[in-house]
């Protein structure tokens, strides 16, 4: 079993930046990838970005790629999502997620965190 608890997220105004954290436990990161999805209100759950078990190897949504980086911890046991250059259209709930050896927009883990508000103004 894994448990995922994530922080960050909030209210940023158009062209800001925000970071997401996210804590895994039970199991490190050595073991899944991790990736990142979000949801919009009234809008399916969709993929944003992953990363492979050893860090070595990322993955965008080509609607964040160069904008968002994902990367881990040293401790292997965290994931990050830095959100650069935000649009009012990244406004969602984003969740971090893992149990799978790779992570893709068809590919997702069975492991959820609880999901974490970002909101972009224009």
């Known amino acids: 079993q894994v448990q995922l608890v994530q922080s960050g997220g909030g209210l940023v105004q158009a062209g800001g930046s925000l970071r997401l954290s996210c804590a895994a436990s039970?199991?490190?990161?050595?073991?899944?990838?991790m990736g990142w999805f979000r949801q919009a209100p009234g809008k399916e759950r969709e993929f944003v970005a992953a990363?492979?078990?050893?860090?070595?190897?990322?993955d965008y949504a080509d609607s964040v790629k160069g904008r968002f980086t994902i990367s881990s911890g040293n401790a292997k046991n965290m994931v990050y999502l830095q959100m650069n250059s935000l649009k009012p259209e990244d406004t969602a709930v984003y969740y971090c997620?893992?149990?799978?050896?790779?992570?893709?927009?068809?590919?997702?883990?069975?492991?959820w965190g609880q999901g974490t508000q970002v909101t972009v103004s224009s």
């Open positions: 997620n893992a149990g799978l050896s790779t992570i893709t927009s068809e590919r997702r883990g069975t492991f």
């Open positions: 039970g199991r490190t990161l050595s073991t899944y990838a």
């Open positions: 990363i492979s078990r050893s860090g070595s190897r990322s």
